[in-house]
T-cell receptor, first 110, second 119 residues
Framework: GQSLEQPSEVTAVEGAIVQINCTYQTSGFYGLSWYQQHDGGAPTFLSYNALDGLEETGRFSSFLSRSDSYGYLLLQELQMKDSASYFCAASSGGSYIPTFGRGTSLIVHP | NAGVMQNPRHLVRRRGQEARLRCSPMKGHSHVYWYRQLPEEGLKFMVYLQKENIIDESGMPKERFSAEFPKEGPSILRIQQVVRGDSAAYFC?????????????????FGEGSRLTVL
């Protein structure tokens, strides 16, 4: 089967940097995505890594190590509005269907 | 609104009734995915469809659940004879091509979800 592990909750203060880790076990791995979800609303896409290394998009960066089956999402200059759930998702198989982790609840304190 | 549209946003059914959830993908998208989410949990894949074809239904229960994406009109997720365990949020997502993004960008576009409550 396929599984992804990520911490259930992370807390940080405004302006800080936080890293959310994700390890995966999946066959036919293709790439790792990250999504943000506020209060059970529509998940929104943040980033995607198909190759090893760091992808930077504004305050958010994502990293992938295929040899370690590991990735992380890095959030810089945290803002209160970043409080949300963050999901990693591994795309695999012939149809590249994303399998999601259970999510990490990020709580940003003033 | 060019986004993924789902309706109804909220649906209440009694045990044994049928639930029909509809999803209109983004304009230009021909690939639709249905996911189920329980409180405090991740999104569990159910089914992946293209127009008039079910590509992968490995995550969908064999009984009571069915999905379609006709040539015209929205994709439909149908749950027959609902039970309390079916209570969840059902999210639809679309992409312009195969897999997580037509150009393998990993991006799916999600709707706001349909929240089913079974009494």
């Amino acid at each position: 089967g396929q599984s992804l592990e990520q911490p259930s909750e992370v807390t940080a203060v405004e302006g800080a940097i936080v890293q959310i880790n994700c390890t995966y076990q999946t066959s036919g791995f293709y790439g790792l995505s990250w999504y943000q979800q506020h209060d059970g609303g529509a998940p929104t896409f943040l980033s995607y890594n198909a190759l090893d290394g760091l992808e930077e998009t504004g305050r958010f960066s994502s990293f992938l190590s295929r040899s370690d089956s590991y990735g992380y999402l890095l959030l810089q200059e945290l803002q209160m509005k970043d409080s949300a759930s963050y999901f990693c998702a591994a795309s695999s198989g012939g149809s590249y269907i994303p399998t999601f982790g259970r999510g990490t609840s990020l709580i940003v304190h003033p | 609104n060019a986004g993924v549209m789902q309706n109804p946003r909220h649906l209440v059914r009694r045990r044994g009734q049928e639930a029909r959830l509809r999803c209109s993908p983004m304009k230009g998208h021909s690939h639709v995915y249905w996911y189920r989410q329980l409180p405090e949990e991740g999104l569990k894949f159910m089914v992946y469809l293209q127009k008039e074809n079910i590509i992968d239904e490995s995550g969908m229960p064999k009984e009571r659940f069915s999905a379609e994406f006709p040539k015209e009109g929205p994709s439909i997720l149908r749950i027959q004879q609902v039970v309390r365990g079916d209570s969840a949020a059902y999210f639809c997502a679309s992409s312009p091509g195969q897999g997580a993004g037509g150009k393998n960008t990993g991006e799916l576009f999600f709707g706001e979800g349909s929240r089913l409550t079974v009494l």
